[in-house]
């Protein structure tokens, strides 16, 4: 395997010395110039007009529209949800004769987070809730990505003379809540559209400077899974808790104890993640209740690690309730989401190819290596659905370089991503974008 592996990447480096001449990046450089103040105007026009996830109705029109006007086929409202709801897909088809299919990704909906930026152009946007009223923000950078993919969209149909095949477009809805791309897939993507030979995406980074990029073979996002638990006890008066059996203190116990997964079960080399990120129980002071809740999120690299967690999740679960004396009628209930996300894994060759491109357009460099961390993606669902393609995600930088280095100086953070105060730096973080993506994507439908 290593052997076959490095001689793809040989081939890869020859093949790439021979890909678009320096006056075709010099023509893309012109054409970015040319473009890059309507593309900073579209960015600053989604940032203020964010959309919730299954709600991008306005945002979907808008990439729609833009791409009909490019000259691509295009097909909006793709997919369906498992609730029988339709989703706002977007799939646009550029054909350029005989070549692979390339898929390029874009996700489009935004978060529950009220901004707290203070830029001229600020979401002012808040959606009422029935607990209140919650702002809503393009805290992910999603409006980012949507503007490099239509610029990406603009300068491959500009360019045509210097790739051959077939470019798809996805503007895929509900990243945030996970349900888009299977709503897209189940709805017949690749059968209904030109397969996929390569799926392609890019995410912005709050952790690299704009103006550079990174990748990284291999896993790059962690697989989620969502677990609820119910203890069941027995309540009663909070003065003679020896005739209950506490829910909460039980529960408590549990906290603790799902902890050691992590840190006496797992393999250090190998990441993992259980969160407990709520916890309810009781309505009083002197009322010990029945039931305690909580609700956890698990975050693992690979298959076999999110088989042995989960386990483990049940077994310590279970052994504590029996511990503590619960009956077997009353055991507790502990169930795993079924809208689980597997982790992204970068395909290796795949990988390697784009990252030979990247750096051939914007120089080693700007092009770093990357790492892997334990947030999550419904991209990888791309590569589970028939004819299971190769995927890759690269990050691009979006932090001001001055902040940036200013923080390395310092040891400090900028504001990351899902924070009130994430704030990219549109201008070079754009321009690297679609340039990064154009020449990837001109890379893998090379003549």
């Not at 491109?357 to 700007?366: D, V, Y």
Request: glycine share 8%; aromatic share 6%.
């Amino acid at each position: 395997m290593k052997t076959r592996l490095s001689c793809s990447i040989g081939t890869l480096t020859i093949l790439l010395a021979m890909g678009i001449p320096a006056a075709a990046q010099d023509d893309l450089d012109q054409r970015i110039d040319s473009n890059i103040n309507d593309w900073v105007g579209t960015y600053k026009h989604l940032h203020e007009h964010p959309e919730l996830s299954t709600e991008e109705k306005e945002t979907s029109a808008l990439v729609a529209a833009q791409l009909k006007k490019i000259g691509y086929e295009v097909t909006d409202q793709f997919g369906k949800y498992d609730s029988g709801n339709p989703a706002y897909g977007v799939v646009a088809v550029l054909r350029n004769g005989p070549g692979p299919t390339v898929y390029v990704r874009t996700d489009m909906d935004a978060l529950p987070v009220t901004e707290n930026t203070g830029l001229p152009y600020a979401s002012k946007v808040r959606e009422k809730r029935p607990n209140g009223e919650v702002g809503v923000m393009h805290a992910c950078g999603h409006d980012l990505h949507m503007t490099v993919f239509l610029g990406t969209a603009k300068m491959m149909a500009e360019t045509k003379e210097h790739w051959s095949g077939t470019l798809v477009l996805i503007g895929q809805p509900a990243e945030e809540t996970v349900g888009g791309a299977a709503a897209m897939l189940h709805a017949g993507l690749y059968r209904k559209f030109p397969r996929p030979d390569y799926v392609i995406a890019l995410h912005d980074s709050s952790v690299l400077p704009a103006g550079t990029v990174a990748w990284h073979a291999g896993p790059m996002l962690a697989g989620a899974d969502s677990v609820d638990i119910t203890i069941r006890g027995y309540g009663g008066h909070g003065a003679a808790p020896y005739v209950t059996k506490d829910p909460i203190v039980i529960a408590s116990e549990l906290v603790m104890a799902l902890q050691t997964i992590v840190s006496r079960e797992s393999d250090p080399l190998v990441p993992t993640v259980v969160t407990v990120g709520s916890f309810h129980a009781g309505t009083k002071h002197n009322i010990i209740p029945d039931e305690a809740h909580l609700q956890l999120t698990v975050r693992t690299m690979t298959p076999a690690q999110r088989e042995k967690v989960l386990a483990a999740i049940k077994r310590i679960t279970n052994g504590i309730a029996e511990a503590a004396g619960i009956p077997p009628g009353r055991a507790p209930i502990i169930e795993v989401a079924t809208d689980n996300v597997p982790a992204t894994i970068n395909d290796p060759v795949l990988t390697q190819r784009v990252a030979l491109a990247l750096e051939k357009s914007l120089g080693k460099e700007n092009v770093w290596p990357g790492q892997p961390i334990m947030a999550s993606e419904d991209f990888s669902l791309f590569t589970l659905e028939d004819p299971k393609p190769p995927i890759t995600m690269f990050w691009l930088g979006a932090v001001d370089p001055l902040k940036w280095k200013e923080a390395q100086e310092k040891g400090t953070r900028v504001p990351g991503l899902h924070s009130s105060e994430f704030a990219p730096l549109p201008e070079p973080a754009i321009r690297t974008g679609v340039k990064a993506m154009t020449s990837a994507a001109t890379d893998l439908l090379r003549k």
